[in-house]
């Protein structure tokens, strides 16, 4: 607390000037566990981006309007999507939004009535996806980038010709 100006202050009570400090060496990369530039990508790697557990919160939304069949069960569909959905995010930098996830479900036949051979197609490959990381990434990697580029309206417009939009 600063004392009045009234108050005799001793020399040796003065504040004094800071030593100046010697700034950082510099950081680099050398440990083996360092990445030297970005994160890694390819074949099985995931998609990284921010925020990505809101993406749960948005595929949960979409549970009571999935056209589903018997031999379907909504918790593999909605992992299945969840992963092409947070793939459309991080293309573009950001969290997942409800579009994100309006253009997953809407390009597998989940939002509108689907044409027969797309069901027929989707039912093995969303098959315990809920269960296996690995069937999760299938369906992500059955997506071309061009198709996570298009808007929710132009997928479910495009439905009746599903094969273009798939690399299937």
């Not at 003065?14 to 060496?25: K, M």
């Not at 557990?53 to 949960?60: F, I, S």
């Not at 296996?132 to 309206?153: C, F, G, M, N």
Request: charged content about 20%; aromatic content about 8%; overall charge neutral.
């Amino acid at each position: 607390m600063a004392a009045p100006d009234y108050v005799p202050v001793a020399p040796g009570d003065r504040p004094r000037r800071s030593l100046g400090t010697p700034g950082h060496g510099g950081w680099t990369a050398t440990r083996p566990g360092d990445l030297n530039d970005r994160q890694p990508s390819g074949r099985l790697f995931g998609n990284q981006g921010p925020d990505q557990g809101y993406g749960l919160v948005l595929a949960e939304r979409f549970h009571g309007r999935l056209l589903l069949t018997e031999a379907e069960d909504a918790h593999d569909v909605m992992a299945g999507c969840l992963g092409v959905g947070l793939a459309r995010a991080s293309i573009f930098g950001r969290a997942p939004v409800i579009h994100d996830l309006e253009l997953a479900y809407g390009l597998f036949g989940y939002l509108d009535p689907p044409p027969a051979d797309l069901v027929e197609f989707r039912k093995p490959l969303f098959a315990g996806a809920s269960h296996h990381y690995w069937d999760q990434r299938a369906i992500v990697d059955v997506v071309p980038e061009s198709t996570l580029r298009l808007t929710p309206a132009a997928v479910r417009q495009r439905l009746r010709e599903w094969r273009s939009l798939l690399s299937t």
